[in-house]
């Protein structure tokens, strides 16, 4: 049985990450930052008892901030693969702390990196390693982006991942180690944190639809990415370790549309004008915007046998279905006059994403 250790286990593509490696018979051992809140939604239906691999899956507290329990948990787990997901992913948030986005999307790679030469140093086996790169590393590149494209990151996102990336190309040829970097365009899914641009409007668009919202707040609805689903981003970083020789890899649809687009397949699917409801605020716009990020995956289709399933309407489809359903539950709750949301709900955020009032997950 192969061993697998995930870091961001309890975030959207941990998660996916995690059913993937389950189901083909991993023993997963997911990290998880130790928080005074419940914040493993995503992840809890992996320990019902209906779940047959639940007693492959073990969870331990650790921090890409802590050099010294991820070295001794590599070296009590003794993993064959390890996948580096963990990340501070929210682009506009690393505007406002930059430091710390840094310390743990830049050097927390660079922790974990040693720690696996120093596990195969000392055991004499041979460990695989994913590091989570992003579209956001190529910027202000002109698109179609591929491999072979410059990077020009703006953000401390961008950089701090631009970062991690070369630090695993150098531990790899240094040290002989099998690093592999995942450059994934935008990927979606129900499981998307709710302020991120995607679910964001899905989530008000629902809200909207069952009468719980009146409006929601952009920011540049000019901007284009690629659009993917996470369930099948999974895959390809999956592929990647899987391969004789490391190497790195863009995973994207091929396909770019614009916010105003995903804004039209999401409120039109509920029979809605989104231009109703939606205003820009100039609070959500960047200091540097990334106007343009469209991705060639022609590598990955070519040498791991990759390409995505889910299209755009796919995946707006999707969300807005399971969104629905949320903002369904919300609404039964609300006509009873109780403000408690359903787990998984967040009837307390306004379409700015500020809390108005005490939410209880239950």
Known sequence: MKKAFVTGFTGQDGSYLTELLLEKGYEVHGIVRRSSSFNTDRVDHLFLDSNPHKNNLHVHYADLNDAAVLLNLILMIEPDEIYNLGAQSHVKISFDV?????????????????????????????????????????????????????????????CSKVAAYWYGINYRESYDMFVANGVLFNHESPRRGENFVTRKITRAATRIKMGLQNKLYLGNLDAKRDWGFAGDFVEGMWRMLQQEKPGDYVLATGYAYSVREFLDEAFGMLDLNWEDYVEVDPQFYRPAEVEHLHGDATKAKKELGWEPKVDLKGLVKMMVESDLELAKQEKVLVDAGLTVAPKGAASGIDGRGMVTRTVVKG
């Open 98 to 158: 930059p430091l710390y986005t840094a310390d743990t999307d830049a050097l927390g790679p660079l922790r974990l990196l040693e720690a696996a030469r120093l596990y195969q140093e000392r055991s004499g086996k041979k460990v695989k390693f994913y590091q989570a790169g992003t579209s956001e590393m190529f910027g202000a590149s002109p698109p179609p982006q591929s491999e072979a494209t410059p990077f020009y990151p703006r953000s401390p996102y961008g």
